[in-house]
Each structure stands twice: as structure tokens, then as C-alpha cells.
């Protein structure tokens, strides 16, 4: 099977994947998803675009290394506040409903409770 070069541009070595590649990873995918031809090469080439990047940026030397590495634990940092954020309110949401759900259910008993 053809392996995709990082170091390659896209449009050098397009011609090769989509005739070596695309072919028995198209008939693989289909066998579990129903994916078309054009939505397999944009995702080889989302690949081919992030794996080209990093390559470029160690080949730009260690300063460009160590800001890249810089940035991709802030984002990261980022990301796992906005989740933390984004789960407190999923949680206090769902608490919510309990409450209220169990609130309900003591109001309908008591409600049977002083009828009778």
C-alpha cells in the first residue's frame, strides 16, 4: 500500500494517492461507512496538512520547536478549562432535574398523603 510523504508537497504526490491509495481504502472504509471519494481525500489531506506542519516546524530549528510546543500546552490548558467549565454546568443541570423530579414525586405524595 502507498505511504503517504510528509515531506512531499500535497500536489506532488496527489496523483499517486488517489491512484494507489484511494482505490483498496475506499473499498475498506464501505464495508463499515458509507464515505465517497472526495470526503476520504479531504480527510488524507487534513492528515497530510497536519503531519506537513510539525515536519516544517522542527525543520525551522529548536526556537520555532519550543513555541510550538509553548502553544500546543496553553491551548490544551485551554481546552481542558473550557471543558471543566462546559461539565460543572452539565452536572449542576442534571442536579437541577433531579431535584425538581424528586421535588414533584414528594409533592404528589404528600398531595395523596393529605387526602385521604
Known sequence: M?????ERTWVGQRD???SKLLPPLYKLVNKKY???????LKMLYGRWHSHHR???IKMQGEEKTKKNRRRAKKNTRMQDV???FINI???SSVN???FYIEKKKKDQSDKLFNTK
Open 2 to 6: 502507498y505511504e503517504i510523504d510528509h
Open 16 to 18: 499517486e494517492i488517489i
Open 34 to 40: 458509507n464515505v465517497t471519494n472526495s470526503d476520504l
Open 54 to 56: 510539525i515536519h516544517n
Open 82 to 84: 473550557s471543558n471543566h
Open 89 to 91: 454546568k452539565m452536572k
Open 96 to 98: 437541577y432535574v433531579l
